[in-house]
């Protein structure tokens, strides 16, 4: 029961990351551009993250969720 729940809150949060991925406007910086720059410094006192859109914020929170909802599906998968 708990794994049917489970794979269908996946099946879910995956397609809501994918609607918040496509809504996000493109950076002109490409991959790099996500990290600060290429040849900019990361600020250690995480400036970087009050510098991204609200909408980068929930997608990396949610691509933290879908990447621990998968370890989790893995190990009841696992154990039966």
Not at 11 to 17: A, K, R, T
Not at 26 to 46: C, E
Not at 52 to 73: E, R, Y
């Amino acid at each position: 029961m708990l794994r049917i729940f489970l794979s269908l809150l996946f099946l879910v949060l995956c397609v809501v990351l994918m609607g918040v991925v496509l809504m996000q406007h493109r950076k002109s910086g490409g991959f790099s551009g996500s990290f600060g720059g290429a040849s900019t410094q990361m600020d250690m006192s995480g400036g970087s993250w009050q510098r991204m859109t609200t909408a980068t914020k929930v997608t990396v929170a949610l691509a933290g969720v879908f990447m621990l909802l998968s370890l989790i599906l893995v190990k009841i998968g696992a154990l039966s």
